[in-house]
């Protein structure tokens, strides 16, 4: 095997490496982030009956934009001639994007005892998730490597 072949190898091995731990990290925070949103959304009266304020709906959901926003992360530091300045648009527009679905949540009415402190909460599950994944990519897929 060249030097050079070796070299990427251990290189891609790293990212990789970087890339599951910023998710690992990422997920268990704002999974404890969005723990703490729903129980105070629920002790300022949504009902215990909106689906999306269950663990079992918000948790996989928080993994899924971590990972999501991980790879995109990645691929914005390897592509862009100037990552930071596409991620200082790229970031804020995708998390305003992400609450279409939610604001829809609350015009249709589509989810048992949906209301817009659902609502509210499932907005700000998303911003917690933005606020806690991107400083950890920061951290583990720093934009100058």
């Not at 998390?95 to 659902?118: E, F, H, M, Y």
Request: glycine residues 10%; without cysteine.
């Amino acid at each position: 095997m060249t030097d050079t072949a070796r070299s990427t190898r251990t290189s891609g091995g790293r990212t990789g490496a970087a890339i599951a731990l910023a998710v690992v990290v990422a997920t268990a925070a704002a999974g404890i982030g969005n723990t703490v949103v729903s129980l105070i959304a629920r002790a300022a009266g949504v009902s215990d009956d909106f689906p999306p304020l269950w663990p079992s709906a918000y948790l996989p959901s928080t993994l899924i934009g971590v990972l999501a926003g991980a790879v995109g992360w990645h691929i914005v530091r390897r592509r862009a001639g100037d990552p930071a300045a596409v991620l200082r648009w790229l970031v804020p527009t995708v998390v305003a994007v992400s609450l279409i679905p939610d604001i829809a949540t609350g015009i249709t009415g589509n989810q048992p005892a949906t209301s817009w402190g659902g609502v509210a909460a499932l907005m700000s599950m998303h911003l917690v998730v933005a606020a806690v994944a991107v400083p950890v990519y920061r951290r583990f897929l720093p934009l100058n490597a």
